[in-house]
């Protein structure tokens, strides 16, 4: 059935729910839109993306809220069929209260990139240079933003965090005598994929939102630690937290006498041309 829709009102259909994003109801606000009025036909087949929704919603007015916009500029209406008429006369109204409230065109350039990149850059025009009013946001639903906390007593710097970080929000600099491993909050998405893949169980992840830390690019640094030199060539060749898990397990096997641990100090090179060699001339003498 087709509605007349007031004056200044332009329908937007979306052909399923999962399209509706935070970046949608931002951007409507960025172009110039006084307000977004959403509207949910009461259906089963939509339960399943109805909370997803209203998380969705109650993030996008509470980011507005921060940056000094009116919230209440998004509204969401969950109608029935049968009452048409009476959704006409609501629209008629909301779009009346939504008109007289202030509104302004941020930019008319196009705001690219992927979808991370895309919502930082709508906050960051929003605020156009002012602070936020508050920076941690309340998401109320699923948290896609996260900080890294690293226990560095356990971390060995094996790579695997930085190697297989589906958003590369670690960074890893590699110098003549460290290694260091950084994060960047702009570019997590809170998936716990680092934390649940973790050896050492070294990673948790404490999921938030925050305006300054999603504004801030920089790299924070989780972890430096010195790579230990080669004890007979002087090459630098292994972490000092690798040394230490490797010391661990001979001693948990009793292999861990003073010469045993010492040839863990030589790097692969002279392990394979100076120490299997006498050990095998060893073996000859006992045969």
């Known amino acids: 059935r087709k509605l007349s829709l007031p004056l200044g009102v332009f329908p937007l259909e979306l052909p399923t729910l999962g399209l509706m994003s935070e970046n949608v109801l931002l951007s409507s606000i ?6 977004i009025i959403i509207l949910l036909p009461r259906n089963k087949n939509n339960l399943g993306y109805l909370h997803i929704l209203y998380h969705k919603v109650h993030a996008a007015k509470n980011i507005m809220k921060s940056v000094g916009l009116d919230p209440d500029r998004i509204i969401l209406i969950e109608f029935d069929e049968q009452d048409i008429e009476l959704l006409v006369e609501k629209l008629n109204e909301i779009s009346s209260d939504t ?17 991370r990149s895309r919502f930082v850059s709508m906050i960051r025009t929003l605020l156009d240079g002012r602070r936020p009013i508050s920076d941690i ?8 933003f996260g900080e890294v906390v690293i226990d560095r007593e356990k971390c060995t710097l094996c790579e695997l965090c930085y190697n297989k970080c589906p958003a590369k929000a670690f960074t890893l ?5 460290t290694v260091s491993l950084g994060f960047i909050y702009q570019k997590c998405i809170g998936c716990d994929f680092c934390s649940s893949i973790c050896p050492e169980n070294a990673i948790s992840l404490r999921k938030y939102l925050s305006i300054s830390r999603l504004l801030d ?15 007979r060539c002087g090459r630098p060749f292994i972490t000092r937290g690798k040394l230490r898990k490797i010391e661990k397990i001979y001693e948990g096997i009793g ?33």
Do not use: H
Not at 99 to 107: D, P, Y
């Open 137 to 144: 946001i309340e998401y109320g639903g699923p948290i896609p």
């Open 255 to 287: 292999a861990g006498n003073v010469d045993k641990l010492q040839s863990l100090k030589l790097c692969p090179e002279c392990k394979r041309t100076k120490v299997v060699p006498a050990e095998y001339d060893k073996w000859l003498i006992y045969r």
């Open 173 to 177: 600099v590699k110098e003549a005598d």
């Open 99 to 115: 008109r007289a409230k202030q509104s302004r065109v941020f930019t008319t350039e196009p705001i690219t990139g992927d979808r």
């Open 217 to 231: 690019d920089s790299v924070m640094i989780l972890v430096s630690q010195e790579i230990v030199k080669c004890l």
């Open 30 to 35: 960025i172009y110039g839109a006084s307000g």
